[in-house]
């Protein structure tokens, strides 16, 4: 799964976007993987993550089966952290987002501490990553590097789209809802926030970063990015 | 995937959130509906859509008065108000689509979400990615574009003819070669598409200028975008001497990437080798 290898922007634009993984290697450690994978998410509470995210059971701001009219009064968008942690069920890829480098920099020293045993990686830009391990005394082990995008690259829309849309990298979240919120904002019907969050609720695996949306889309209203 | 036109009343939401495009209202019945050629299974609209459950036949009348005083019935964008998505029932080969598009269904192949590929994410664990080597990610039809298999056949064939090029056997793409020697794929799903696919090959260092140079020109003839990720595993003080000045060299410009800090252990029992590519 590269579902946040190929975000696209330059590296500037990730000083707001720090993803830390836990992953259990299938056949080598995932058995009674579950209580330590939903300890690191409980852990990432204390260093205040914009999204958690099970990679089975989506992402801290989730769709609904049941909604009603009235709800368009009372929607909630704030994430909710806890249906992350008390829905995690099996083995699989847990995150937490944060938005800031200090914060992913102590969670990994938490979790270094806390000696759970699980793969962990980091995906952000390469000095932001390098930076966090530094301060963790925590040598990288491997890197995965991004080439970025080739072959029939006309087929693809604008940066500020492709910013969006590329931070669900399983391609759940359209360019075209991304264009859509865009223009919705630029007209006044919502905030970048509350667009954001729309965007949010199609990754299914709740490493769609909530802040660094908003920015763009507000950069994308007044077309300074 | 389905939409019930029972229950559709056209509100066009849907038409957005389909990431290849392929849910449109059709003027005639005036009811959404799937291409299923281009649908990918990935059930991004099922799954992603919040659910009311409104009376469509109220919705369709309000919709219609609202139109005539040149007013529009809007729904949250995010929501499908009268539940009209239905899963098919996939049979083989359209079974593939889900598998290589929804990210909520593990690979049979390797158990694992997502794209049913682990990279270097655990190889502080497998140890799959050795110094000296590098482990490639050759990943097709994202972001939201879509690839067929017969094009990721042709990326195959001609990365199975580089001399110490193996392709990873706990791969779903590996999973579904007749003959890994050659690259060659099963008939059966190459006029099928997914969302998106990737590829997963290992090699020694000296075999990546190579390799880089058959994927470009191979992509050439390719009605897709390919997107690389190469993995290396560092040195003892977290560096790589090797791969990343090669890579500047070849004239990227890298910046981003996925860092596996070595936290991982594997279970007391379960320390064996790992296991090895399948040489192609």
Request: charged residues 25%; aromatic residues 6%.
């Amino acid at each position: 799964m590269t579902n946040t290898l190929h975000r696209f922007g330059d590296a500037d634009s990730f000083h707001d976007d720090y993803i830390v993984f836990a992953i259990p290697a299938k056949g080598k450690n995932d058995a009674g993987s579950l209580p330590k994978l939903r300890k690191f998410l409980e852990m990432a509470l204390a260093f205040h993550p914009i999204n958690l995210g099970d990679a089975r059971n989506g992402g801290a701001l989730r769709p609904r089966r049941d909604m009603d009219p009235t709800q368009h009064w009372r929607r909630s968008h704030q994430p909710d952290f806890q249906a992350v942690i008390q829905g995690l069920d099996a083995p699989t890829t847990v995150s937490a987002v944060f938005d800031n480098r200090e914060a992913a920099e102590g969670f990994l020293k938490a979790v270094k501490e806390a000696d759970l045993g699980m793969c962990v990686t980091v995906s952000t830009s390469l000095d932001g990553a390098e930076q966090i391990c530094w301060a963790a005394n925590q040598p990288r082990h491997s890197i995965n590097y991004s080439l970025g995008f080739e072959g029939r690259t006309d087929q693809l829309p604008n940066r500020q789209i492709l910013m969006l849309s590329t931070m669900c990298g399983h391609g759940m979240v359209s360019h075209s809802l991304c264009k859509k919120m865009v223009d919705w904002v630029k007209e006044g019907r919502r905030s970048p926030p509350e667009a954001a969050a729309y965007l949010a609720r199609f990754c299914s695996c709740g490493i769609f970063n909530t802040t660094r949306a908003a920015r763009i889309i507000d950069a994308a209203r007044r077309r300074q990015e | 995937m389905y939409i019930n036109p029972n229950k559709c009343v056209a509100c066009g939401n849907c038409t957005y959130v389909c990431p290849m495009g392929a849910i449109y209202v059709d003027p005639a019945s005036r009811r959404a509906t799937v291409d299923r050629n281009e649908c990918v299974e990935c059930h991004a609209c099922f799954h992603g859509l919040s659910q009311e459950h409104l009376n469509p036949t109220l919705v369709r009348l309000l919709s219609k008065a609202f139109e005539y005083a040149r007013l529009r019935f809007d729904p949250e964008p995010d929501v499908c108000p009268t539940a009209a998505f239905e899963p098919d029932k996939l049979e083989w080969p359209r079974a593939v689509r889900r598998a290589f598009s929804d990210p909520r269904v593990p690979h049979e192949s390797t158990g694992v979400v997502g794209r049913g590929t682990e990279e270097v994410k655990t190889n502080d664990v497998t140890g799959r990615v050795k110094l000296g080597e590098f482990g490639m990610t050759v990943e097709f039809g994202r972001p939201g574009v879509g690839v067929w298999f017969r094009d990721i056949q042709r990326m195959a064939w001609a990365l199975a003819k580089v001399e110490g090029v193996t392709f990873e056997k706990k791969n779903p793409v590996t999973s579904l070669m007749t003959d890994v020697a050659t690259g060659t794929l099963r008939d059966d799903i190459l006029e099928e598409k997914v969302m998106s696919a990737i590829i997963e090959i290992k090699s020694t260092v000296d075999k990546l200028e190579e390799v880089i140079r058959v994927v470009r020109e191979t992509e050439k003839h390719l009605d897709t975008v390919v997107s690389l990720g190469v993995g290396v595993r560092c040195d003892d003080q977290g560096e790589d001497p090797l791969v990343l000045p090669l890579l500047e060299k070849l004239g990227y410009r890298v910046h981003r990437g996925k860092t596996n800090v070595g936290l991982g252990r594997a279970a007391a029992a379960e320390t064996a080798p790992p296991e090895p590519a399948v040489t192609a």
